[in-house]
């Protein structure tokens, strides 16, 4: 993979991860983009090559690989694998989401662990880092069927964590439903009702604005660099990817705010409609009916509805929202982007953007915010959700959306400022790495060799 070391320490650390991790190019993407950026960090502190930061921040505290059994409703006994890495307790308990999604392996699990760590930091709050779900696929499946895999998942998962240990919540594929199966089992096995798992309902210790935090967060994120620069929202045209939850309350927001969002998509095909779409229509698709985002025609049968996920990024747009999965955005897309006169591109989704697309988009003046900057309101919210849970209080959506809204402007001013003091104002990706790097790293130092 193309990264330039010019530090022999971070070289070395990043080949012998290379030679650990042979078979997991997603996880190899992410260390080697954040060591790459943190070469001026280790030639500025001896310290952090003698007390083996870097070594130990790459390999995860702990990595669980479990069995699930579970009968469907036909009777047929089913197995999938589970998984929870949990990365980095060095600032607090592990924290980061469950992914079910039948593409979900060691490599995916492990990236977004890593990236949670750094991303957690930036957040301000005490969470460390970590990651897991299962190769499951909820589509197609019952509502029965999705809470037997739940409780099995859970019977197994339960040893692992707890409120003060590491605190899952949703990503791909775990929403509401499966987070209130999920809980439900947990508190059966361990009789204890308690902040174990963030997004859960309402009703059972959930946290108003938590389902509308990442898309959110996303917007007040780009919001801030956009009044940073003199500009605005305002009349400009948005492209969204996915149209899970992140994507829908990134919509919501980005109209709110005086954009339009002309399209958006799953994972068959994608719509445009120049007259923007409604939030609600596709929250109602894909969160009442689970149906496939063709049938927004039914609904406005003025929009147009194309097959196939990536021509989305040939629909030119002032800002690009990618929100569905990783390495979704490739070099001709990006060539696109720049093409139809894009400025900025913020990841709602963890690491959408390749490699090579990220540094093209960078090199032709689109402003980049990689995700574990500009998602990172989802998981910040967790954080509200647990304080909440530990002092057994719930705020009101108003108190919740404001400290949310606090958060991404801090961390867009944090990402501006530590790029800037290494020289390389502009540069969000090195901006976003060393920040979230320095307060684990300090804590790490700190605690000795552990
Ligand atoms: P959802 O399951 O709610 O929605 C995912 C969306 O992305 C769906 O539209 C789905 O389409 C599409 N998608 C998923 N996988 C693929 C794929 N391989 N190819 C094409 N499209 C795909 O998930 P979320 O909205 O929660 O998550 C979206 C992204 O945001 C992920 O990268 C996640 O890690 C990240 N994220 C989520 C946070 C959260 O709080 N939920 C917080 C921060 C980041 P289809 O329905 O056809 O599969
Ligand atoms: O990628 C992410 O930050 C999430 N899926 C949310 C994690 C969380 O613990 O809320």
Not at 20 to 41: C, I, R, T, Y
Not at 402 to 423: E, N, P, Q, T, W
Request: glycine residues 12%.
């Amino acid at each position: 993979m193309a990264f330039t070391f010019t530090n022999s320490y971070l070289q070395g650390v990043y080949e012998d991860v290379c030679k650990k991790n042979a078979h997991e190019p997603e996880f190899l993407q992410a260390v080697g983009e954040v060591l790459e950026s943190l070469q001026p960090v280790v030639e500025q502190n001896q310290r952090l090559a003698k007390s083996g930061v870097i070594d130990r921040i790459v390999e995860p505290e702990r990595s669980l690989l479990f069995r699930i059994s579970w009968v469907d409703d036909h009777g047929r006994v089913q197995v999938n694998r589970g998984y929870r890495v949990q990365f980095s307790t060095a600032i607090g308990p592990s924290k980061g989401g469950l992914r079910f999604h039948p593409s979900v392996n060691l490599s995916i699990i492990k990236f977004l662990g890593f990236e949670q760590v750094f991303k957690n930091s930036l957040t301000g709050l005490p969470m460390g880092g970590g990651k897991g779900g299962a190769d499951f696929d909820p589509k197609g499946k019952s509502d029965n069927e999705v809470m037997r895999f739940c409780q099995s998942f859970m019977t197994e998962l339960q040893r692992h964590i707890g409120p003060d240990t590491d605190v899952p919540a949703g990503d791909i594929g775990v929403g509401a439903r499966e987070i209130g199966y999920l809980f439900g089992q947990y508190k059966r096995i361990r009789n204890e009702f308690n902040g174990v798992l963030t997004g859960k309902g309402l009703s059972y210790g959930g946290s108003l604005a938590r389902t509308e935090a990442t898309g959110y967060g996303l917007c007040y994120f780009a919001d801030e660099m956009l009044k940073a620069a003199g500009k605005s929202f305002q009349g400009q045209s948005v492209v969204i990817s996915g149209s899970g939850n992140v994507a829908i309350y990134a919509n919501q927001k980005a109209t709110e705010l005086g954009g339009k969002v002309i399209a958006m998509s799953d994972s068959n095909g994608y719509i445009v409609d120049e007259n923007g779409i409604d939030y609600k229509v596709i929250q109602e698709i894909k969160e009442v009916k689970r149906a496939r985002i063709k049938t927004y025609l039914d609904y406005v049968p003025t929009a147009k509805y194309f097959e196939g996920c990536q021509g989305i990024w040939t629909v030119p747009c002032g800002i690009a929202l990618p929100c569905a999965t990783q390495n979704e955005v490739h070099m001709e897309d990006v060539e696109n982007l720049v093409k139809n006169g894009c400025k900025i591109l913020a990841e709602g989704a963890n690491m959408p953007t390749t490699l090579e697309a990220t540094e093209y988009v960078q090199e032709h003046g689109i402003v980049f915010f990689p995700g574990k900057a500009a998602n990172a309101g989802g998981v910040a919210t967790s954080g509200l959700e647990m304080s909440q849970n530990s002092e057994r209080l719930s705020w009101t959506f108003e108190e919740v959306d404001a400290k949310l809204k606090g958060i991404m402007v801090s961390i867009f001013h944090a990402i501006d400022d530590a790029a800037k003091r290494y020289g390389h104002e502009g540069n969000y990706v090195m901006g976003a790495n060393i920040a979230g790097f320095e307060k684990v790293a300090n804590a790490m130092m700190a605690q000795g060799i552990v």
